[in-house]
């Protein structure tokens, strides 16, 4: 299962750069996360092309990558607001709306002045 590192605490207006490692290479690499009461959301995926999709909440701000050589996903996020602050998770996105692999290790994001 995918194991996402790089989370931390940082300040609003801030950058942080998440990594993500996955079993095995696949079409589509997507990050979400999960803030405190809510649910999990998608906030960004890449197709192994390296076409990019992002909510609109994030556009501009952060940008998904991935190193298929390594099997690992990024997402550098710059200019973070408190709404930022959730835990990450990376994993492959399904047609339907699920993800390939259990949810593995995420990463706390606090951004918090």
């Known amino acids: 299962q995918p194991v996402a590192s790089g989370g931390g605490l940082e300040q609003p207006g801030g950058s942080l750069r998440l990594s993500c490692a996955v079993p095995?290479?696949?079409?589509?690499m997507a990050w979400y996360r999960q803030a405190p009461g809510e649910q999990r959301e998608l906030v960004a995926s890449i197709s192994n092309q390296g076409i990019a999709h992002y909510i609109d909440s994030v556009k501009g701000r952060f940008t998904i990558s991935r190193d298929d050589a390594k099997n690992t996903v990024y997402l550098q996020m710059k200019s973070l607001k408190p709404e930022d602050t959730a835990v990450y998770y990376c994993?492959?996105?399904?047609?339907?709306?699920?993800?390939?692999?259990?949810w593995g290790q995420g990463a706390q994001v606090t951004v918090s002045s």
């Open positions: 095995m290479r696949i079409y589509y």
């Open positions: 994993n492959g996105p399904t047609s339907d709306g699920g993800a390939i692999w259990p």
